[in-house]
């Protein structure tokens, strides 16, 4: 469905849907009837729009045509584990291919993610993608002892991430991201919100 591939390519970018209707200047309430399937096959403008922001074709969105490369079966960890090197299978999950890469599948074990994401939802990162600004990844701060699931401002090759202080409600500042401390686990791809059996 339309909407589904809509919502997939606004969570991994991070984005409300407030921030996609100013990015692509569509009314938000156009953007909702999508999302809520009220709105079947929406204007041409509007997902040429979209294409042009997510960076892919219009058949991708609609799902006339796919130029997924293959699916593939990827084993599903839990995100607590996911930066260890010994780490256990919970299961398998079939992915469709967009893109060449190396794929894993990293259970959400806690409500610390929500409800961006909700306890026993899945991310499927590639772990091989090369980050791009704006990217959401996902990350191990050995400095922190914490896995953080963030969009990222990348500037002259530094990777920044923003984070809100605990005690001021608005105040923000940038995390810089530093590998090897920092260990990079991958760049999110697609977010399913069931865990699979």
Request: with cysteine; glycine share 4%; charged share 25%.
């Amino acid at each position: 469905m339309c909407s589904d591939k809509i919502k997939a390519l606004l969570l991994a970018r991070g984005e409300s849907v407030r921030e996609l209707a100013r990015a692509i200047n569509v009314p938000q309430a156009t953007l909702q009837h999508i999302f809520s399937g009220k709105t079947k096959k929406p204007r041409s403008d509007v997902l040429a729009k979209l294409a042009e922001y997510f960076s892919v074709n219009i058949t991708d969105i609609i799902g006339t045509t796919s130029h997924l490369l293959d699916n593939e079966e990827i084993n599903v960890y839990a995100l607590k584990d996911c930066h260890l090197e010994n780490r256990t299978v919970l299961s398998k999950i079939v992915f469709e291919l967009s893109e060449p890469g190396n794929y894993i599948a990293l259970a959400i074990d806690s409500d610390e993610y929500a409800p961006f994401l909700p306890k026993a939802s899945v991310i499927i990162i590639n772990t091989s993608k090369k980050i791009e600004d704006r990217n959401t990844i996902v990350f191990f701060s050995s400095l922190e002892s914490k896995i953080f699931i963030e969009r990222i401002i990348l500037e002259n090759g530094t990777i920044y991430i923003k984070k809100k202080s605990k005690k001021k409600m608005v105040e923000i500042s940038l995390l810089k991201v530093q590998p090897p401390r920092d260990k990079i686990l991958g760049v999110v791809m697609e977010i399913r919100y069931k865990l699979p059996n």
